[in-house]
Protein backbone atom coordinates (compact mmCIF):
# COMPACT_ATOMS: atom_id res chain seq x y z
CA UNK A 1 0.00 0.00 0.00
CA UNK A 2 1.33 3.39 -0.84
CA UNK A 3 0.57 6.91 -0.44
CA UNK A 4 1.21 9.62 -2.93
CA UNK A 5 0.57 13.18 -3.92
CA UNK A 6 1.41 15.85 -5.51
CA UNK A 7 -0.49 19.38 -6.65
CA UNK A 8 -1.10 19.63 -10.44
CA UNK A 9 0.51 22.35 -12.41
CA UNK A 10 -1.35 25.31 -13.75
CA UNK A 11 -1.84 23.80 -17.48
CA UNK A 12 -2.49 20.73 -15.73
CA UNK A 13 -5.28 22.18 -13.80
CA UNK A 14 -7.43 22.80 -17.05
CA UNK A 15 -7.19 19.25 -18.06
CA UNK A 16 -10.94 17.07 -18.51
CA UNK A 17 -12.06 14.56 -16.38
CA UNK A 18 -9.91 11.57 -18.27
CA UNK A 19 -6.57 13.57 -18.93
CA UNK A 20 -6.39 14.43 -15.09
CA UNK A 21 -7.26 10.47 -14.39
CA UNK A 22 -4.69 9.27 -16.75
CA UNK A 23 -1.49 12.39 -15.82
CA UNK A 24 -2.73 10.74 -12.18
CA UNK A 25 -2.10 6.84 -12.99
CA UNK A 26 1.19 7.64 -14.98
CA UNK A 27 2.46 9.71 -12.78
CA UNK A 28 1.69 6.99 -9.74
CA UNK A 29 3.40 4.48 -11.81
CA UNK A 30 6.68 6.27 -11.86
CA UNK A 31 6.82 6.64 -7.85
CA UNK A 32 7.27 3.44 -7.03
CA UNK A 33 8.02 1.89 -10.35
CA UNK A 34 11.30 -0.55 -9.04
CA UNK A 35 8.46 -2.09 -6.84
CA UNK A 36 6.07 -2.55 -9.86
CA UNK A 37 8.25 -3.79 -12.39
CA UNK A 38 7.10 -7.24 -13.15
CA UNK A 39 4.33 -7.22 -9.59
CA UNK A 40 0.92 -8.13 -10.76
CA UNK A 41 -1.24 -5.11 -9.35
CA UNK A 42 -4.58 -3.56 -9.59
CA UNK A 43 -5.48 0.44 -10.33
CA UNK A 44 -8.90 1.55 -8.78
CA UNK A 45 -10.53 4.27 -10.40
CA UNK A 46 -14.25 5.72 -11.28
CA UNK A 47 -13.17 6.88 -14.33
CA UNK A 48 -14.30 4.63 -16.89
CA UNK A 49 -12.46 5.92 -20.05
CA UNK A 50 -9.79 5.18 -17.94
CA UNK A 51 -10.04 1.34 -18.39
CA UNK A 52 -9.48 1.26 -22.07
CA UNK A 53 -6.47 3.62 -21.82
CA UNK A 54 -3.96 1.08 -22.98
CA UNK A 55 -6.25 0.20 -26.01
CA UNK A 56 -7.78 3.89 -26.47
CA UNK A 57 -7.48 5.19 -30.47
CA UNK A 58 -6.86 9.09 -30.36
CA UNK A 59 -4.92 11.91 -32.09
CA UNK A 60 -4.31 13.83 -28.29
CA UNK A 61 -0.66 14.03 -27.86
CA UNK A 62 -0.87 13.79 -24.02
CA UNK A 63 -3.15 10.68 -23.93
CA UNK A 64 -0.38 8.86 -26.72
CA UNK A 65 2.55 9.73 -24.43
CA UNK A 66 0.66 8.31 -21.41
CA UNK A 67 -0.46 5.22 -23.42
CA UNK A 68 3.15 4.46 -24.42
CA UNK A 69 4.54 5.20 -20.63
CA UNK A 70 2.31 2.86 -19.32
CA UNK A 71 2.50 -0.08 -21.55
CA UNK A 72 5.09 -2.07 -19.88
CA UNK A 73 2.58 -2.38 -17.11
CA UNK A 74 0.36 -4.03 -19.82
CA UNK A 75 0.42 -8.02 -19.19
CA UNK A 76 0.67 -7.21 -15.29
CA UNK A 77 -2.12 -4.15 -14.19
CA UNK A 78 -5.64 -4.63 -14.25
CA UNK A 79 -7.59 -1.36 -14.19
CA UNK A 80 -11.06 -1.55 -12.58
CA UNK A 81 -13.78 0.38 -12.35
CA UNK A 82 -15.52 1.32 -9.04
CA UNK A 83 -18.52 3.82 -8.88
CA UNK A 84 -18.03 6.81 -7.35
CA UNK A 85 -20.40 6.19 -4.59
CA UNK A 86 -18.15 3.70 -3.79
CA UNK A 87 -14.99 5.44 -3.66
CA UNK A 88 -15.70 7.51 -0.42
CA UNK A 89 -12.41 5.60 1.02
CA UNK A 90 -9.71 7.86 -1.12
CA UNK A 91 -12.00 11.31 -0.98
CA UNK A 92 -10.84 12.33 2.01
CA UNK A 93 -7.28 12.02 1.05
CA UNK A 94 -7.84 13.46 -2.43
CA UNK A 95 -9.02 16.31 -1.71
CA UNK A 96 -7.33 17.54 1.19
CA UNK A 97 -5.02 20.61 -1.02
CA UNK A 98 -2.52 22.59 0.54
CA UNK A 99 -2.15 25.85 -1.06
CA UNK A 100 0.35 26.21 -3.63
CA UNK A 101 2.39 28.48 -2.18
CA UNK A 102 6.55 28.20 -1.74
CA UNK A 103 6.01 27.48 1.82
CA UNK A 104 4.37 24.45 0.56
CA UNK A 105 7.32 21.69 -0.01
CA UNK A 106 5.21 19.77 -2.75
CA UNK A 107 5.28 23.24 -4.62
CA UNK A 108 9.65 23.21 -4.94
CA UNK A 109 10.54 20.63 -7.43
CA UNK A 110 14.31 19.94 -5.16
CA UNK A 111 11.99 19.75 -2.09
CA UNK A 112 9.50 17.37 -3.35
CA UNK A 113 11.96 15.00 -4.90
CA UNK A 114 13.71 14.58 -1.38
CA UNK A 115 9.89 13.79 0.29
CA UNK A 116 9.74 9.93 1.14
CA UNK A 117 7.17 7.76 0.13
CA UNK A 118 5.93 5.29 2.84
CA UNK A 119 4.73 1.98 2.19
CA UNK A 120 2.50 -0.50 4.61
CA UNK A 121 3.38 -4.03 4.02
CA UNK A 122 2.02 -7.41 5.22
CA UNK A 123 3.20 -10.68 5.77
CA UNK A 124 1.56 -14.13 5.13
CA UNK A 125 1.01 -13.50 9.36
CA UNK A 126 -0.44 -10.22 8.31
CA UNK A 127 1.74 -8.48 10.67
CA UNK A 128 2.46 -5.56 9.30
CA UNK A 129 5.70 -3.02 8.60
CA UNK A 130 6.41 -0.19 7.25
CA UNK A 131 9.14 1.08 4.96
CA UNK A 132 10.19 3.98 3.22
CA UNK A 133 11.48 5.08 -0.13
CA UNK A 134 13.80 7.52 -0.74
CA UNK A 135 14.02 8.81 -4.24
CA UNK A 136 17.74 9.92 -4.02
CA UNK A 137 18.26 6.39 -2.68
CA UNK A 138 16.49 4.09 -4.79
CA UNK A 139 16.04 1.47 -2.05
CA UNK A 140 13.38 0.30 0.33
CA UNK A 141 14.09 0.78 4.31
CA UNK A 142 12.37 -0.75 6.99
Request: hydrophobic residues 35%; aromatic residues 12%; proline residues 3%.
Amino acid sequence: MCYISRQMKDSEARYGATQTECLCLVWALEKPHYYLEGAVFEVYTYCTALKSLLNMKTTNRHMLIWEIAIQEYRGNMTIIYKEVKSHTNADGLSIWLLDNVKSNPAYDPEVAAKISIHFMEADRKKNFRFSEWAPESGTLDS
